[in-house]
């Protein structure tokens, strides 16, 4: 895969409310408009500092994981097919010890792209430890990614109210934070990116972790996320079926039956909290597919298909002219 370096360059307050600047920061752009590139979410920030593993025996099938991410970045990769003016931020999971950037990240973004979507794979700071920090630093790279993407919607020929989040398990998890909650402070604004709204206009769910509560939880999630000696007031808090309201966007839920590693109760909750409060709501249960399927590229079974089920979930959102 060919990756060409196009870096965001962290423009002040002052220079970015100038038209005629807007209008040079995109022709900045347009060399690189139709490759895949990766892009610094924050200001002044370089990228390729990350460190990387590969589970992938096979050099022609990667399947590469970060373990270490010091410099947070999305991964643009732009449709391949006739644009269909929508964006999907992917959120990888690996229950914060990995970020799968194959099965969960550029291989979901390739699938969409020929279905028209502009696709922008996450590279966050993973929640480690419990720790506050470590815990609102994930949450803000999902927010500027967001907001990163709204800002550059004419940048890319996406619509501003077509912009959404797909979490896959542990990912999931912060997918659903940025649709409950996305106008939490979880970091100062740094430019005038950060005026932007972060909220997703739909939101996927892949096989998620969502709920903190025992015996539906994933055990490491939610250690990694809140630490190991968690409280009830936390987890009821924080459980993201209990944080559900009316102006979270309409959700796409897609679980296997057989998951050994997150319960179909944290798909079936939320889609219980979601109908309550009055929101679009669409689950998929599969049979087979246990955790972390992907794509589904070595099983011809009937979960292989989410990703048709979801593009034309996601079209109908569109109100037509």
């Given at each position: 895969?060919?990756?060409?370096?196009c870096f965001y360059s962290g423009f002040g307050a002052r220079e970015m409310k100038s038209s005629f600047l807007s209008a040079l920061i995109f022709l900045f752009y347009l060399p690189c408009a139709f490759a895949n590139k990766e892009i610094p979410?924050?200001?002044?920030?370089?990228?390729?500092?990350?460190?990387?593993?590969?589970?992938?025996k096979n050099p022609a099938d990667n399947n590469r994981a970060v373990t270490k991410v010091d410099s947070p970045e999305i991964i643009y990769v732009p449709p391949a097919g006739k644009n269909n003016h929508s964006a999907v931020l992917i959120i990888p999971?690996?229950?914060?010890?990995?970020?799968?950037?194959?099965?969960?990240?550029?291989?979901?973004?390739?699938v969409l792209s020929k279905k028209g979507y502009s696709s922008f794979v996450l590279l966050y700071r993973m929640p480690r430890g419990g720790s506050d920090v470590n815990r609102n630093n994930a949450f803000a790279d999902v927010q500027r990614a967001m907001r990163l993407i709204r800002a550059g919607a004419a940048q890319y020929r996406i619509a501003p109210d077509q912009i959404g989040v797909?979490?896959?398990?542990?990912?999931?998890?912060?997918?659903?934070?940025v649709s409950n909650d996305p106008d939490?402070?979880?970091?100062?604004?740094?430019?005038?990116?950060?005026?932007?709204?972060a909220r997703p206009d739909f939101a996927a769910l892949i096989y998620p972790v969502l709920s903190l509560q025992d015996g539906?939880?994933?055990?490491?999630?939610r250690a990694a996320m809140f630490g190991k000696d968690i409280s009830t007031d936390i987890k009821q808090r924080f459980s993201q079926e209990d944080r559900v309201t009316a102006h979270t966007p309409p959700?796409?839920?897609?679980?296997?039956?057989?998951?050994?590693?997150?319960?179909p109760q944290n798909a079936l909750r939320m889609f219980e909290a979601l109908r309550k409060n009055k929101v679009a709501v669409e689950l998929h249960l599969f049979q087979q597919g246990g955790h972390g399927f992907g794509i589904v590229k070595k099983q011809n079974i009937p979960a292989k298909n989410w990703p048709t089920l979801f593009s034309d979930w996601q079209s109908s959102l569109v109100k037509q002219p």
């Open positions: 895969m060919n990756v060409y370096h979410i924050w200001p002044h920030e370089v990228s390729g500092n990350n460190t990387f593993i590969n589970f992938s999971g690996g229950g914060f010890s990995y970020i799968m950037q194959d099965l969960e990240g550029l291989d979901v973004a390739k797909m979490g896959f398990s542990a990912g999931a998890y912060l997918a659903a934070n939490a402070t979880n970091y100062p604004p740094r430019d005038d990116v950060d005026q932007v709204s539906v939880t994933h055990n490491g999630t959700t796409f839920l897609v679980q296997a039956l057989n998951d050994g590693t997150a319960s």
